[in-house]
Nanobody, 123 residues
Framework: QVQLVESGGGSVQAGGSLRLSCTAS????????MGWFRQAPGKEREGVSW????????LYADSVKGRFTISRDNAKDTLYLQMNSLKPEDTAMYYC????????????????WGQGTQVTVSS
């Protein structure tokens, strides 16, 4: 059974940092590209960042570029999202997802999803 389990969310003040983790089980982790998505209350889920199977290529939404860093440790079957200089508008439920490729912001290109971890940034 495939599981993606996010952790590391919490409440921080604006300007603070958090590191999210997503631990995978039941799949060959390095066969999948990985993405982070987020969904704020009343808004659609949006792509935040993407990383290739090897970790050598990364992509970011314009809203987080320069503040967030995605990485992965294939030996540990774990995906990370380092979030710095957090803003109140980063408040959302954050999800990790595993897929085979295609347009990285398209949710339909991801086969497996985690349950999410809440990030709340106060001003």
């Amino acid at each position: 059974q495939v599981q993606l389990v996010e952790s590391g969310g919490g409440s921080v003040q604006a300007g603070g940092s958090l590191r999210l983790s997503c631990t995978a089980s039941g799949l060959s982790f390095d066969d999948y590209v990985m993405g982070w998505f987020r969904q704020a209350p009343g808004k659609e889920r949006e792509g935040v960042s993407w990383i290739s199977r090897s970790g050598q290529t990364t992509l970011y939404a314009d809203s987080v570029k320069g503040r967030f860093t995605i990485s992965r440790d294939n030996a540990k079957d774990t995906l990370y999202l380092q979030m710095n200089s957090l803003k109140p508008e980063d408040t959302a439920m954050y999800y990790c997802a595993a897929g085979y490729g295609g347009s990285w912001k398209s949710e339909s290109n991801y086969k497996y999803w985690g349950q999410g971890t809440q990030v709340t940034v106060s001003s």
